[in-house]
């Protein structure tokens, strides 16, 4: 199949080079040069613009992209990919963005012809260069069928959760809680330490007991509990701490225009805020139980 990809970033780019590895054909676009060329020299097509590639014969476009204005600007724009696309290509975006802004494109594509899917992504960088990323995917049931066999290329849990913005509304009530359960593990590691506890005996009781959850066996927080994880590599990698605060930014939003209180959520984007403001939104965001320490970890 002839793929149109477009937003080469840290999870684009794994993604399009599994895409290739799966054997399609691939045309690609990104603002960063640097970007297109990986791709090139793995084999795909570079492309000069949104419109040139919607122009293209491709059958299906993917989409991985920062944030809700890129893809409006990406999709709606003057020069964007409606304005050039031909009814019948498939379009799937898979940037993590707010439901409203997905189903107002959604519908704008559907409208003149194109199937279109949203379905962000959970997994990090890892996830996306083995190809065993979750993907949430909202959009008519046909239409998610129709794109299992490429999303199978680049992950391994694709579950479709509704109709169009659905895939957005899992993906960021998901990740304010990953954001929540991430703090309440910072709390209670580093209340146990300061009582005395040895960290990683703290996080094997609490991880064989009802605390358990992700955020402590899996990626704990506490520096030298879990090898694998950010925190024993000084955060580095990962899932930055911006990153989360922006996902948190699209929760609480959504939470407001629906009248849907979320405390929790609140408290967890103002303290992300603050380690952000405080210059530590490049390391993963399991780093914030710096802000629960007297000196750093």
């Not at 002839?2 to 794994?14: A, D």
């Not at 944030?67 to 724009?77: I, K």
């Not at 890892?126 to 190809?131: C, D, F, L, R, S």
């Not at 929790?264 to 984007?269: E, P, T």
Request: glycine share 14%; hydrophobic share 45%; charged share 15%.
């Amino acid at each position: 199949m002839h793929i149109g990809f477009i937003g080469l970033g840290n999870m684009g780019g794994p993604m399009a080079r599994n895409l290739l590895a799966a054997g399609h054909r691939l045309s690609v676009h990104d603002l960063s040069l640097e970007a297109i060329e990986g791709l090139v020299e793995a084999g795909a097509g570079a492309v000069g613009s949104v419109a040139e590639l919607g122009a293209s014969d491709a059958e299906l476009i993917i989409t991985m992209l920062p944030a809700a204005s890129h893809v409006r600007q990406v999709y709606l724009g003057e020069n964007g990919l409606l304005a050039a696309v031909a009814p019948g290509v498939r379009l799937i975006d898979s940037s993590t963005i707010d439901p409203m802004t997905a189903r107002e494109v959604a519908a704008a594509a559907i409208q003149q012809g194109n199937p279109m899917l949203d379905a962000p992504v959970s997994g990090g960088t890892g996830g996306a260069e083995a190809g065993t990323l979750t993907f949430m995917v909202g959009g008519a049931a046909a239409d998610h069928d129709a794109a299992l066999p490429v999303l199978r290329t680049m992950g391994k849990n694709i579950v479709h959760c509704g109709p169009a913005g659905n895939g957005q509304v899992a993906k960021v009530a998901n990740n304010m809680l990953l954001a929540i359960s991430m703090i309440g593990v910072s709390e209670a590691m580093s209340l146990g330490v300061s009582l005395g506890m040895d960290p990683k005996t703290l996080a094997g009781i609490i991880n064989t007991s009802s605390g358990r959850c992700w955020s402590s066996d899996t990626y704990n927080p506490y520096p030298g509990v879990i090898e694998a994880a950010p925190a024993t590599r000084g955060y580095s990698g990962g899932f930055g701490a911006d990153l989360m605060l922006k996902d948190l930014g699209l929760a609480t939003e959504a939470a407001k225009q629906q009248k849907q209180p979320v405390m929790l959520g609140a408290l967890a984007q103002q303290l992300y805020q603050t380690f952000s403001n405080q210059g530590h939104g490049t390391l993963d965001f399991s780093a914030i139980i710096k802000m629960y320490s007297g000196e750093e970890q």
